[in-house]
T-cell receptor, first 114, second 111 residues
Framework: KAGVTQTPRYLIKTRGQQVTLSCSPI?????VSWYQQTPGQGLQFLFEYFSETQRNKGNFPGRFSGRQFSNSRSEMNVSTLELGDSALYLC?????????????FGEGSRLTVL | KQEVTQIPAALSVPEGENLVLNCSFT??????LQWFRQDPGKGLTSLLL?????REQTSGRLNASLDKSSGRSTLYIAASQPGDSATYLC??????????FGKGTRLSVIA
């Protein structure tokens, strides 16, 4: 059974640009969560989607957005990139509709903003 | 607001030692607690999940304990190996809110 797949794995952008990251959950998983990981702040929750609906949102500016498609794949977008957006973005999927907190993580997308 | 703290931030031990990693949380009203492992530049791998009604969970050389009333969990690693070198994170789940993670303990096991 394939794990959580994130693309791209690495990318470099410049300030002011925008970026879209993709996440394919484990087959059958309907909940997808996104986290930002930086050395200083650790893992911070961005948002969670279930059945194409945003179920939870973290404390990030409106430049960070996401969506989920009918096949449970999810994308997140960051517009007007800032240097501080450089981070490892992790996607995680959950196996059942009721959120039990059990998460399966992908390898992440490493974003560098120059 | 739930806060999770992991001490120490980094730990270096010689191969073969038994060691304990600590995790504390401020709100004891949790559903479960998980321990994850993260290798450099990689995603998180779930090691153990302890439900709030449980006291401990074991998997191989790993044993995690939970004392919900005092807001503490420990991860015990027996007979450490160089391959155990990684960052270990704990996370608590309190219901309809997202997991709250600690910042992790970076473990180095020296051969």
């Amino acid at each position: 059974k394939a794990g959580v797949t994130q693309t791209p794995r690495y990318l470099i952008k410049t300030r002011g640009q925008q970026v879209t990251l993709s996440c394919s959950p484990i087959s059958g998983h309907r909940s997808v969560s996104w986290y930002q990981q930086t050395p200083g702040q650790g893992l911070q929750f961005l948002f969670e989607y279930f059945s194409e609906t945003q179920r939870n949102k973290g404390n990030f500016p409106g430049r960070f957005s996401g969506r989920q498609f009918s096949n449970s794949r999810s994308e997140m977008n960051v517009s007007t990139l800032e240097l501080g957006d450089s981070a490892l973005y992790l996607c995680a999927s959950s196996p059942i509709d009721k959120n039990t907190g059990e998460l399966f993580f992908g390898e992440g997308s490493r974003l560098t903003v120059l | 607001k739930q806060e999770v703290t992991q001490i120490p931030a980094a730990l270096s031990v010689p191969e073969g030692e038994n060691l304990v990693l600590n995790c504390s949380f401020t709100d004891s009203a949790i559903y479960n607690l998980q321990w994850f492992r993260q290798d450099p530049g990689k995603g998180l791998t779930s090691l153990l999940l302890i439900q709030s009604s449980q006291r401990e969970q074991t998997s191989g050389r790993l044993n995690a304990s939970l004392d919900k009333s005092s807001g503490r969990s420990t991860l015990y690693i027996a007979a450490s190996q160089p391959g155990d070198s990684a960052t270990y994170l704990c996370a608590v789940f309190s219901g309809n809110t997202p997991l709250v993670f600690g910042k992790g303990t970076r473990l180095s096991v020296i051969a």
